[in-house]
């Protein structure tokens, strides 16, 4: 189990029994989220590291830019395994660096941009806000 599920998982735990759901009412999870009318926690995250990661990248030459675009590099490698770009990692799922960095010049084009549009755990809600 991947680790989106599992929060998802807890998140939806913790939901139900914050609202006194029993296991044996077999309600749905959007039904749930609906009743406490709160967005899931991953779509959060996501959103707001798009407005991050817009921010920076929109910004002017700096540090942080510099480190983003890998142009910055100072002491030895770390040991043990590699860390992952969290931040990068599903917003690049679909575009290159370099995509994303235009994509960000036009600002109606990057509010547009949905960087959650493929993932499975996140349609449910797509779905059910149609209607």
């Known amino acids: 189990m991947d680790n989106k599920r599992k929060l998802e998982s807890f998140e939806m735990w913790i939901w139900r029994r914050m609202m006194k759901i029993s ?3 077999h309600r749905k999870n959007e039904d ?4 406490v009318e709160e967005e899931r926690n991953l779509n959060v995250i996501k959103g707001r590291q798009k407005n ?4 920076v990248l929109k910004g002017e030459e700096g540090l942080l830019r510099e480190v983003m675009e ?3 590099h100072q002491g030895k490698r770390a040991r043990g ?5 969290v931040i ?3 917003l690049r799922a679909n575009k290159s660096y370099m995509e ?6 036009d600002r109606g ?3 547009r941009y949905n960087p959650l549009k493929d993932l499975t755990i996140d349609r449910t809600l797509d779905d059910d806000n149609s209607l």
């Open 52 to 55: 991050w990661i817009g921010h």
């Open 81 to 85: 395994r590699r860390r992952r770009k």
């Open 100 to 105: 994303l960095k235009r994509l960000v010049q």
């Open 23 to 25: 296991w044996r009412e």
């Open 109 to 111: 084009r990057w509010r």
């Open 70 to 72: 890998g142009r910055y």
């Open 88 to 90: 990068l990692d599903d």
């Open 32 to 35: 749930v989220l609906r009743e």
